[in-house]
């Protein structure tokens, strides 16, 4: 889980630092392209920092998880949208695509799996 969050922490610090540059867009943007580019990287960044402090506990962080991984779908349906309407972006975005609808779903599948054998059993005597 980590290491996946390594992608949105890595990608969004890098967008936010370098801007539309990160994508090979540098100076034929404005700076309402920079802003926006940089603003989106930013709400990466904190994707990527959502999954990080669901890390500790996850069996308990079912919300925080699915609030994420909702987040995170919303994207990658906006990126397949792109994908249909422009054609098809480089490999880096593709590969986005694909964990965007596919991995981080599978793993809120794996975290709510996680969340559910955790859960204590509940004690058939009353309690006193």
């Known amino acids: 889980m980590l290491t996946l969050s390594a992608?949105?922490?890595g990608a969004g610090?890098?967008?936010?630092?370098?801007?539309?540059?990160?994508v090979g867009a540098?100076?034929?943007g404005t700076t309402d392209l920079d802003s926006?580019?940089?603003?989106?990287s930013g709400l990466l960044l904190g994707i990527?920092?959502?999954?990080?402090?669901?890390?500790?506990?996850i069996e308990r962080r079912t919300a925080w998880f699915r609030l994420g991984t909702?987040?995170?779908v919303c994207g990658g349906l906006g990126r397949?949208?792109?994908l249909l309407v422009s054609g098809a972006p480089s490999v880096p975005h593709l590969v986005g695509l694909v964990l965007e609808l596919a991995i981080v779903p599978s793993l809120a599948v794996w975290q709510t799996m996680v969340a559910t054998n955790r859960?204590?059993?509940?004690?058939?005597?009353?309690?006193?």
């Open 80 to 82: 397949l949208l792109s």
């Open 70 to 72: 909702a987040v995170v």
């Open 36 to 40: 926006h580019f940089r603003y989106l």
């Open 48 to 57: 990527g920092l959502l999954f990080v402090a669901t890390v500790p506990q």
């Open 7 to 9: 992608v949105p922490l």
């Open 119 to 128: 859960r204590p059993i509940p004690s058939s005597r009353p309690d006193r």
């Open 26 to 28: 540098g100076g034929a």
């Open 13 to 22: 610090t890098a967008g936010v630092l370098l801007g539309p540059t990160l």
